[in-house]
């Protein structure tokens, strides 16, 4: 059981080049997401999904796209690198629980992470 | 706003003391979720504990145990007799019930360091 396999775990790139981070998972989960994660920043949500073929901005979407054509998969794109998306972008998944008290909103599962470095 | 704070943003003790790591939160809901993960050297983020904010009591686990107190709006992490495998970044997050979505707004992150 992968869970959340991100790919590259590590890429270098040039300012100006575009590249696509695959997020995959096996756990049949309905939300995925990506966040960005910067020195004394915390993690940041960079695009999130709620279900397969939608796909909404997060807190610093500017400079990325996302698809989410299949449900096991969400993928991040870089379409024009710039050194300030130097970061560790990491993906997660997760799903809803509903009771009698509403929807419950469970523990994301992380990937580990993709180092990614524009010169 | 919504908002996590840790203004805790490196600690170091040595090995077999007590320490807390503190979180303070800032939301309108009154639904709402709050989460501890663990980042250790490797890098990867471990889930340690989730809260709903309609339950207040305190959870133990282990060395580990957490107080929530909406009162001061805060999720507050106490390590017991602290070891040097628990060096790591460690993160708060808050997400809300209402937006069916289930982001995470994530604290800056402390970092602990165990020292032998």
């Known amino acids: 059981n992968a869970g959340v396999t991100q790919t590259p775990k590590f890429r270098v790139l040039k300012t100006g080049q575009s590249m696509t981070l695959l997020c995959a998972q096996d756990m049949n989960h309905e939300y995925m997401y990506w966040y960005r994660q910067d020195p004394g920043m915390g993690l940041r949500l960079i695009h999130y999904?709620?279900?397969?073929?939608?796909?909404a901005k997060g807190e610093v979407p500017d400079g990325y796209n996302v698809s989410r054509l299949k449900k096991q998969n969400f993928l991040l794109g870089l379409e024009s690198a710039a050194p300030s998306q130097t970061s560790v972008y990491f993906c997660?998944?997760?799903?809803?629980?509903?009771?009698?008290?509403?929807?419950?909103?469970?523990?994301?599962?992380f990937g580990d992470g993709t180092r990614l470095s524009i010169l | 706003a919504q908002k996590v704070t840790q203004a805790q943003t490196e600690i170091s003790v040595v090995e077999k003391e007590d320490v807390t790591l503190d979180c303070v939160y800032e939301?309108?809901?009154?639904?709402?979720?709050l989460f501890w993960y663990k980042q250790p050297p490797s890098g990867e983020l471990v889930f340690l504990i989730r809260r709903n904010s309609f339950d207040e009591q305190n959870e133990i686990s282990g060395r580990y145990s957490w107080n929530f107190q909406k009162s001061t709006s805060s999720f507050n992490f106490t390590i017991t007799a602290s070891q040097v495998v628990d060096s790591a970044v460690y993160f708060c997050a808050l997400s809300h019930g209402s937006s069916n979505t289930g982001k995470l707004i994530f604290g800056q992150g402390t970092t602990l360091q165990v020292k032998p």
């Open positions: 997660a998944s997760t799903y809803t629980v509903t009771g009698t008290g509403g929807r419950s909103n469970q523990p994301q599962h």
């Open positions: 939301t309108r809901d009154t639904t709402y979720y």
């Open positions: 999904s709620v279900g397969e073929g939608t796909t």
